[in-house]
């Protein structure tokens, strides 16, 4: 099994640009989230979703868009790249039948740089 | 809110034990799960404590107190490997399961 997977590793966009993070799991889970990792700030959730055709915002979502059509994929949108986007970007899955001890696997990553 | 408070550094020897604290204040209680992140790397599962009380696996410990909001993750007999961050995160009861994290603790481990 792949995992989560996330694609592109790295991205440099300027500002006004949109673009679309990708992130699929092999693992029929079907909780998926989409964090932001920031110096001094930890990981922060921008939205999540409990299963395909359900999203919902987390803690950060402004300037971000998701989509859940199918349960193996969760792309996050950037409608309009802004400086302050600039992070570290995670996506991670859960299993929702699984024990309440199950925890959340993550992505490796995708650095965005936004100009 | 979610507040979520752990150490930003630590330095340990190697061979020696270290204690991570982290303590938290949240909406809602649903479990507490320590990560270990190396640069450049996603977050991995350590361990997870949803009752008081101390989990052990292997050289790695978590200890939970719910009536004061605190956890610890102990590591033991401390290897060179072990320098990384260390992430407290809680799930609160609403939601989606999702997780809210602290800021981290890095850890050097020095010979």
């Known amino acids: 099994n792949a995992g989560v997977t996330q694609t592109p590793k790295f991205q440099v966009l300027k500002t006004g640009q949109s673009m679309t993070l990708q992130c699929a799991q092999d693992m029929n889970h079907e909780y998926m989230s989409w964090y932001r990792q920031d110096p001094g700030m930890g990981l922060r959730l921008i939205h999540y979703s409990v299963g395909a055709g359900i999203t919902d915002q987390g803690e950060v979502p402004n300037g971000y868009n998701v989509s859940r059509s199918t349960t193996e994929d969760f792309p996050l949108r950037l409608l309009s790249a802004a400086p302050s986007q600039t992070s570290v970007y995670f996506c991670?899955?859960?299993?929702?039948?699984?024990?309440?001890?199950?925890?959340?696997?993550f992505g490796p990553g995708t650095r965005l740089t936004v100009l | 809110g979610q507040n979520i408070d752990q150490p930003t550094e630590m330095t340990a020897t190697e061979g020696a034990i270290v204690q991570i604290n982290c303590t938290y204040q949240t909406s809602g209680f649903n479990g507490l799960f320590w990560y270990q992140q190396h640069a450049g790397e996603a977050p991995t599962f350590l361990s997870y404590n949803v009752l008081d009380g101390l989990e052990e696996k292997g050289r790695f410990s978590s200890f939970l107190s719910r009536s004061k909001g605190y956890s610890y993750l102990l590591l033991k007999e401390l290897q060179m490997k072990d320098s990384a961050s260390y992430l407290c995160?809680?799930?609160?009861?609403?939601?989606?399961?999702?997780?809210?994290f602290g800021t981290g603790t890095r850890l050097t481990v020095i010979p």
């Open positions: 991670a899955s859960r299993s929702r039948a699984g024990l309440s001890t199950d925890t959340q696997y």
């Open positions: 995160a809680v799930r609160p009861q609403t939601g989606a399961n999702n997780l809210f």
